[in-house]
């Protein structure tokens, strides 16, 4: 059995880097970054997030192969900041975004909570159909093809 | 500045929650919420049954019915962060009580009448462990009920039906559940449905839809779109629209409550953009200095919240026009 460890796909190796910065030699301001073991989900997140920056001229990202895990993002400034400025820049704005709507879910929960929504539901699949009073499972009459 | 990103919980119910995401424009707003998606998907962790032993089993299913049976069964997964090391951290041989929960299954029919082994016939199986990795307190921080399958003492939750056996049948097994995230496995999902909708009348026009005659009459509305104005006859494609109002639902199996569900998942999204951060930092710092400056925080002090960019410009102006300072705000 030769098949690599499937977390291989999403926890970086021992002394693996995370992200590798290439500097484009033709294009001012623009550089490629490799980032390792992270896929679409981190990947198309930072490229809406970098186009929504005045000072981005390019921000584009893919996953070169579906079977290697790492996707590669290409960026272009206009010279105000670096690619690596304007990438570290989408991270804490998004970083911003989430601990933001971390708190506003925390006040909707605990809102819904004092209202007694979570925990009373009459049944963990929602309300029962209202010809039956127990669970299928406790009900008597048997599965039409159930002939022991 | 544009408006607040806003949240408004429609639904909560023990095992899902509804709720609208407004005003997360960024213009990233679609796949930021995507990405939430995703992420509550496949990157939250729980336990899962990973490896079954079986002693004796004369049932009418094979071994490995039964084995893929068993690890589709949701166990309770509360405090599976500081409750259980991921297999791969742990130093033990093949598994222990801080890398594992051991699941115990024993029935044999001596009746007349079949019985259906269900989840609520496993028992998590507290033992002493000979061959365990270094020591923690990990089985301390565990949570009421850790391990233990969804609704077991709990009559209102059918179990999940694993094998009917009839007199003389026996099934006795050992089950090691491990912590995983779905991306190993889709067993450690937390999420068993996730909705997720935009514009419900197809304003934006990211989609067509097919029709024979009638599009209106052929395309039945979403509960959704009663939270927004359906637009005129005569209203004009607007395509500088952006999406704005994203509709949730996370549906979970039981696994975690779905408030840590969407908690967990925001902790993982900020957990990988850390690591990119602190990733962009290392590698600056070894282009400027040449050398490796011996940064290594562990992530969790590193105070990406609001972290000061402390980096020397490396890529100078290539003659291109600048519009002044970056003025965009979140």
Not at chain 1, 115 to 125: C, F, R, S
Not at chain 2, 32 to 40: D, G, K, P
Request: hydrophobic share 35%; aromatic share 8%.
């Amino acid at each position: 059995m030769n098949a690599p460890n499937r977390h291989e796909l999403f926890v970086l190796d021992d002394g693996e880097k995370g992200v590798e910065v290439i500097e484009d030699t033709k294009i001012p301001n623009a550089a490629t970054f490799k980032i390792i073991k992270q896929d679409h989900t981190l990947g198309n997140m930072l490229r809406s997030q970098l186009l929504a920056m005045p000072s981005i001229l390019f921000a584009g990202y893919k996953v070169p192969h579906p079977l290697e895990p790492y996707f590669i993002l290409k960026i272009q400034t206009d010279g105000s900041i670096t690619p690596t400025e304007a990438l570290e820049q989408a991270g804490n704005a998004l970083l911003k975004l989430i601990s933001d709507l971390q708190a506003k879910f925390k006040a909707e929960f605990a809102y819904k909570d004092v209202e007694g929504v979570d925990g009373v539901a009459e049944d963990p699949y929602g309300a029962l159909p209202s010809n039956m009073t127990t669970s299928a499972w406790g009900s008597s009459t048997r599965f039409y093809a159930d002939y022991s | 500045m544009p408006g607040e990103a806003t949240v408004r919980i429609r639904e909560l119910k023990k095992d899902r929650v509804n709720f609208v995401l407004e005003n997360v424009d960024l213009a990233g707003g679609t796949s930021f919420a995507n990405s939430l998606r995703r992420v509550v998907m496949a990157d939250v962790p729980t336990v899962a049954i990973d490896m079954v032993e079986i002693e004796s089993n004369t049932t009418v299913l094979p071994d490995e019915f039964i084995a893929h049976r068993l690890g589709m069964i949701p166990l309770i997964s509360t405090s599976c962060d500081e409750g259980i090391r991921y297999p791969r951290e742990c130093n033990c041989t093949s598994h222990c009580q801080y890398c594992s929960v051991e699941l115990q299954l024993n029935i044999t029919c001596t009746d007349d009448t079949t019985i259906d082994v269900t989840s609520n016939h496993l028992d998590v199986y507290t033992g002493e462990q000979t061959d365990a990795g270094d020591d923690g307190d990990e089985p301390s921080k565990r949570g009421e009920g850790f391990g233990m399958p969804v609704g077991k003492n709990d009559p209102s939750v059918p179990p999940v039906l694993l094998c009917k056996i009839r007199k003389g049948q026996e099934l006795k097994l050992k089950c090691i559940a491990r912590k995983g995230i779905a991306k190993e496995h889709a067993k450690w999902s937390p999420c068993s449905a996730v909705a997720f909708e935009y514009d419900p009348h197809n304003k934006l026009r990211h989609t067509s839809h097919w029709f024979e005659q009638d599009e209106r009459a052929e395309w039945p509305l979403s509960e959704n779109a009663i939270e927004e104005d359906a637009p005129r006859e005569d209203e004009p494609f607007d395509f500088l629209a952006k999406p704005e109002r994203f509709y949730m639902t996370v549906e979970t199996v039981g696994s975690l409550k779905p408030r840590d569900v969407i908690f967990k998942g925001f902790e993982e999204l900020q957990t990988k953009l850390a690591n990119l951060i602190h990733g962009l930092k290392s590698t600056t710092e070894i282009e400027t200095n040449g050398r490796m400056t011996g940064h290594v925080v562990p992530i969790a002090q590193t105070g990406w919240g609001q972290g000061p960019t402390t980096m020397n410009g490396t890529g100078g102006g290539g003659g291109w026009e600048s519009p002044g300072a970056a003025g965009w705000s979140v």
